[in-house]
DNA sequence: CTGAAAGCGCTAACAG
DNA sequence: CTGTTAGCGCTTTCAG
């Protein structure tokens, strides 16, 4: 039975013209209730679907959007593909999804098959090559998200309050007596973490303890880097604080230091970034910052859409989501 | 300079029929060097990139395959996710990735949805309702993962081999020592489950030990409903053993235990399913049956690409994985 | 209110 | 080897 019945099929089965079957299904308007029940009718009756690619020929609309993020098995990630995924969803528009792997090039590939696929807009999580922006076409509607691109261009872009992330947890750990704190943090120079280790910065000022740049640890966000990183350095260097730039982060540094015999929080407090659902699980669970996920999801879907639908939006926008500090055991 | 152009554009250029166009970037057969030559140089000069949509309203391929799974967020479905995308991408194929939240109206819609955008193939992780099985039309290709469909449907299946998984992790337990073994599983009728289920009542019963259905704690794969289903039954049931059907079950089990008082794995031993990276992370490492995850995402994109260039492979096959046990710190 | 006709950009016979 | 032609299924003037 897998004949593709087309437009042509209904009209012939309503007794009317194709432009009429195609007036019915788009607006209804300028039609009969008459020819429109007649159309229905057949429609229902034939089991009718529209060709979306057809009708994307045409109106050089797809309703689909590209998401080019850097790794979906990254929970971040992959909460926010899931709420923005849902939002578009409820606007019937498909989501086409890209891990670029933190790779540019990989990156560059899907930017141009998602241009090829002529996606409506694009929802954008740089792997840190800002070049690439520079591939998507004046009239594309783009939402950056996370990751800043440099500021001279005008793009919009949403994310978290990142920087008084890092200053809330610093200051956590201050308050709770630590001065010697670590920071750990993506090797990658990605603003998020940036403004992460800004905020950490300035919390050290604001208590008049030293910024010493050999207390910044760079890692990948990989669980068994940040463990090397840690063998490596818990008994050169000395201290009783941890601010952890992701709880991935936060979770390979308990881990490791656990097993070396350091009471977590007894002898090192520790503060993750992301509270990602297993940092309320964990053994001991973990002092976190917040980031309101969904809500950049579903922002970021809104604003693709109404860009989308109302291309000349004039200079763009940023939005900035706060966050908080979850307390939790880690932490005294 | 956002005017797009077309193939007309660079026949124009090349001083050439469209058609010669076409032949010179599809196949490049039947035509002289020196066409050749003309046309790609005019493809350079004027950046041109071929409509993809047209291409795929003419031949009716879109080069692109959907994903239909319950939730991105699961690790799980995760890594699948991206292990199939990237072997897809190899073919310059793309996914359109869709998460039916384990509901099946989702489910349905997103099929319809993908249907209406001629996706070339389906790779597909039911929600558990196989009626909507009975939506693709015959002729497309379509790949079934992890959760086997009732056995009359004439479809392709890859999965891991989940009864011997149940088998080895039981086993495990029993050999250290446990006689009386819960088994922590989805509360859903779905088959990965059931079939780990039989392979804990397989080792059972080859150890002569009495299956009590009471031992079946049944809970969403969701950490703080696992942690209220231990609170519950924890003082009711005595057990020196549990066998988690996934790994973020057992991490709710161990964190609601220790903060109970319970010994991990002096008291109870336990062992989760699915190797997800955090199981080695934790506190205490996990012993987990591993599932090799990029084996199976790569060969259901290396099926469905093999299906979508040649549909008739006659009577569909099923494939599973082999799984292994990791002997981790919450065992003895 | 409805139908005829053109055309979105491309590919695939079919001639030559 | 290359050009002409038709048409994929739909939307959108333009007449009527």
Known sequence: MSVKISMKDVAKEAGVSVSTVSRVLNNGKYVTDETKNKVNTAVKKLNYRPNVIARGLRTQKTNSVG??????????FGKLAKSIEEKLNEHNINLLLCNSNENP?????????????????LIFISSGFD???????????VVVIDRRPSADRNIYFISSENK???????????????????????????SPMNERLLGYQAALRDY???????????????LKEIKEKILK???????????????????GAIRTLSKLGYQIPADI??????????????????????????K?????????????????????????????????????
Chains 1, 2 share one sequence.
């Open 164 to 190: 008084k992330g890092g200053y809330l947890a610093t200051k956590h750990l201050i308050e709770n007596g630590c001065r010697d704190i670590l920071m750990l943090k993506d090797e990658k120079l990605v």
């Open 233 to 251: 350095i818990h008994n050169k260097i000395k201290f009783d604080g941890i601010f952890a730039g992701a709880d991935r982060l936060a979770i």
């Open 131 to 141: 070049e690439n922006l520079d591939l998507f076409p004046e009239d594309l509607p």
């Open 269 to 294: 407090q520790i503060v993750g970034f992301d509270n990602i659902p297993f940092a309320k699980y964990y053994n001991p669970s973990i002092t976190t910052i917040a980031q309101q996920i969904d």
């Open 105 to 121: 090039k990989i990156e560059k590939n899907y930017i141009e098959a998602l241009l090829d696929k002529s996606v409506d807009g």
């Open 296 to 332: 950049i999801g579903h922002k970021s879907a809104e604003l693709i859409i109404e860009l989308i639908n109302n291309k000349n939006m004039g200079q763009a926008d940023s939005f900035y989501f706060p966050v908080y500090l979850i307390k939790r055991e880690s932490t005294t």
């Open 67 to 76: 998401l080019i993020l850097p790794d979906i098995t990254n929970e971040f």
């Open 208 to 222: 008049n303890i030293d910024f010493r740049p050999e207390y910044i640890i760079k890692s990948k966000i990989d």
